[in-house]
């Protein structure tokens, strides 16, 4: 008989304060993951645009300068 009682006793829920606790530590593990997926992406992104602005300077560098003929060959 005590083992039937046993099963339908319910356990104690733990303190709210704890189940907030670990709700609010979630939270904050999975707003620290986006904030690095959203860092990780902007940084990739950047050193892709200097890369095309690298790329884009050296083929202006070897253009003719027209505007330097208008200011007297320099």
Known sequence: MPFEWEQIVQQPSPPAAEVLKAHQLTREFHQEVEY??????YCHWY???AARHRQELEKMRGDINIFGWFLGGK
Do not use: K
């Open 36 to 41: 690095r997926e959203e860092f990780e992406q």
């Open 47 to 49: 050193y892709q645009t």
